[in-house]
């Protein structure tokens, strides 16, 4: 099959692929088979993903190892663990989902990464990334344990590698001599030369059964004489070290075998069944394109990392008629919050030499790109290591520089004991960008930014900051930068209502809140909407329809304590609105600063369930949790007959 260079917006026939309700089939099939379930699984791919958008590059690029993967293992008895997920599609496919692909990522569909509860094949639930080796290894050591005979595989990606936990199982496994496969999916990183013939043919000879039993059998022999056995060890290490990058694994207790084409299909299938019985920890180094199939994907793979709902040939099709002549020129596209803070930081580095630009792996996604460009040297992405990013800032705190970590709110989660003692204990002066805050979408649980208000809240010192539109993020950022200390401002992924974006870099007051509407003079009880970040947009709505108070309460930490007790003193209720969990968050600082002061006064907290909410569009979401416009405006009528039922009992 050749090449696509535009995806199918026909469904593709693929029928051998349809024969495979299980992965079962693929252990009965032969090599041309195989490879012709390889070439239907890729154009299924294509098809699927241009419905319904989503991860694609990544899954391109490792069909012909998923294939050899589970032909050569028996799964779902034999665990097979994927990092990350973005490359577990063909994965999805081959395990009984074919059909379902088409609704990945919506409403009421599959999980955009495995899932546990999805499929017994999903043996870990992924989102975040370099969590395969550890799990993999928890897998295999439990094995071992009930004395049962299961091989267990993690396939993780060149980028997950970056991460020291990876190293941290690496070095684990090694040292409790695990029955292990690692699968390195190298497919970008320079690890290592391109492969060759000289490889390939490497991989062939170290994993025959004739090499591995001369090996183990010359073990044996050279142990009886001094010297020997170190000596013919140093010599096997140094051959493998001249064409592989072997030392370092081997140094860490595995048995090294690659770099391997991981599109050569026979290739893969040879090396991987005379891998999988060998004792103790294997790493098979694969090298793969990401996006092989698709060119658009293979030259930019980058930029298709994941997609949105495709068009033949990338193009849009003509309307049905002419579309009438636009009567005023339209509005200019709204800026993403991210895109927000990306211009910020250029506008405040030149500004601020001192400034220092920090990301764990998310130059696009946090959108510092230009000022990565503009500013290489104050720029420091620091690979898929959050601990180490919020250290490295650190210490450049101590120095008197001011770096700004741009991070998303659920990868923080990692950096959090950093986050403590290294910058809040010392009070040094870091800003942290938190991206992706509240619900994100179609990623899921494992990437909505749920928590970071309950997290961040209860650190001292630390300064909490959260915009209603994309002016006051701005602002908010330059508040943030120039307070003497940790401070964070956490906004959401996408558009914001479409505020005019100031010029300036003038913060905003730390700690002071914004009336935006004053209750008027209807009959009945006096409401107070305190709403923090993105919910003062449906709060806006539901202080009209109620005629309710409305306080842009902007700061999370401080408080504004003068405006919490006159609205306590001057409303019948108070309603606080956060896209965050209730628990320990910003409608909880609330309550705890009302009882602080003596003041009692009935409260409603709205905000996420003490739930992991499961992904979907995230106007659907929030409509889910009670977050929309409809919602609060229902829970606060729902509280009021309950609050006039209570009082008709006394």
Not at 136 to 150: D, K, N, P
Not at 302 to 312: C, F, N, R, S, V
Not at 535 to 550: F, W
Not at 621 to 632: F, K, S, T, V
Request: hydrophobic share 40%; charged share 20%.
């Amino acid at each position: 099959m050749k090449l696509f260079d535009d995806i199918p917006v026909e469904r593709p026939a693929t029928p051998l692929l349809d024969t495979l309700d299980t992965p079962a089939a693929l252990r009965a099939m032969s090599t041309t088979q195989l490879a012709q379930v390889a070439d239907e699984l890729r154009a299924y791919l294509l098809y699927s993903v241009g419905v319904s958008g989503g991860h694609f590059g990544a899954g391109l690029g490792v069909v012909e190892l998923t294939v050899a993967l589970h032909q050569a293992l028996e799964t779902p008895h034999d665990r097979l663990v994927w990092d990350v997920g973005h490359q577990a599609y063909p994965h999805k496919i081959l395990t009984g989902r074919r059909e379902a692909m088409p609704n990945i990522r919506h409403y009421g569909g599959l999980a955009a990464f495995p899932r546990r509860a999805e499929s017994a094949y999903d043996t870990f639930g992924v989102g975040h990334s370099s969590t395969s080796i550890s799990a993999a290894l928890g897998m295999a050591l439990a094995a071992r344990s009930r004395g049962e005979r299961r091989r267990v595989c993690a396939v993780i990606g060149d980028g997950a590698l970056t991460a020291g936990m990876a190293f941290e199982a690496l070095a684990h496994a090694g040292h409790v001599d695990a029955n292990l496969l690692v699968v390195l999916n190298d497919n970008e990183m320079s690890i290592s030369e391109n492969v060759g013939g000289i490889a390939s043919y490497l991989a062939r000879i170290l994993t025959s059964k004739p090499y591995t039993t001369m090996r183990e059998g010359g073990k044996k022999v050279l142990s009886h004489l001094p010297g020997a056995l170190e000596l013919a060890r140093r010599t096997e290490e140094h051959m493998k070290g001249m064409v592989s990058p072997a030392t370092l694994f081997e140094e860490m207790g595995f048995n090294y075998i690659g770099p391997i084409d991981g599109h050569d299909l026979p290739l893969l299938l040879q090396t991987l069944r005379n891998m999988r019985d060998l004792e103790g920890p294997q790493f098979l180094h694969v090298k793969t394109c990401k996006g092989k199939g698709f060119l658009p994907a293979e030259a930019d793979p980058i930029g298709y990392h994941a997609i949105t709902k495709l068009e033949k040939n990338g193009e849009t099709p003509p309307p049905l008629r002419p579309a009438p002549p636009p009567e005023k020129p339209p509005a200019a596209p709204k800026k993403k919050y991210c895109n927000v803070f990306g211009d910020w930081l250029c506008d405040m580095a030149a500004a601020d030499a001192r400034l220092i630009g920090i990301t764990p792996a998310m130059r696009e996604g946090s959108d510092l790109v230009r000022f990565s460009q503009q500013y290489p040297e104050r720029y420091f992405d620091v690979a898929i290591a959050e601990q180490h990013a919020v250290t490295l800032a650190a210490g450049m705190a101590c120095e008197a520089m001011k770096p700004v970590v741009a991070i998303y709110s659920t990868f923080l989660q990692r950096g959090y004991d950093q986050l403590i003692h290294d910058v809040a204990v010392q009070e040094l002066d870091v800003t942290f960008a938190i991206d992706r805050a509240g619900l994100v979408g179609e990623d899921g649980p494992t990437h909505h930014g749920a928590l970071d208000l309950s997290y961040l809240r209860c650190v001292p010192g630390l300064v909490v900051l959260a915009p209603a539109d994309e002016a006051e993020c701005r602002a908010m950022l330059s508040a943030a930068y120039h307070h003497p200390g940790p401070a964070a401002v956490r906004y959401p992924r996408g558009t914001g209502p479409g505020a005019e974006i100031p010029a300036h870099l003038e913060p905003l007051p730390i700690g002071k809140a914004e009336p935006r509407r004053e209750s008027g003079a209807r009959a009945g009880r006096r409401i107070a909407l305190l709403a923090f970040g993105s919910l003062n947009t449906p709060a806006a709505e539901v202080a009209e329809r109620l005629d309710a108070s409305h306080l842009n309460m902007r700061s999370v930490k401080p408080l504004d304590r003068d405006a919490v007790l006159a609205a306590a003193a001057d409303h019948d209720l108070l309603v606080t609105l956060e896209e965050n969990v209730v628990a320990g968050g910003a409608g909880g600082a609330v309550g705890e600063l009302l009882a602080a002061e003596g003041v009692t006064a009935p409260l409603l907290h709205l905000g996420l369930p003490d739930a992991f909410v499961e992904h979907g569009k995230p106007a659907e979401l929030l409509a889910e949790c009670g977050l929309d416009a409809d919602g609060i405006e229902a829970a606060i009528r729902w509280r009021l007959v309950g609050d006039a039922a209570a009082e008709e009992t006394r």
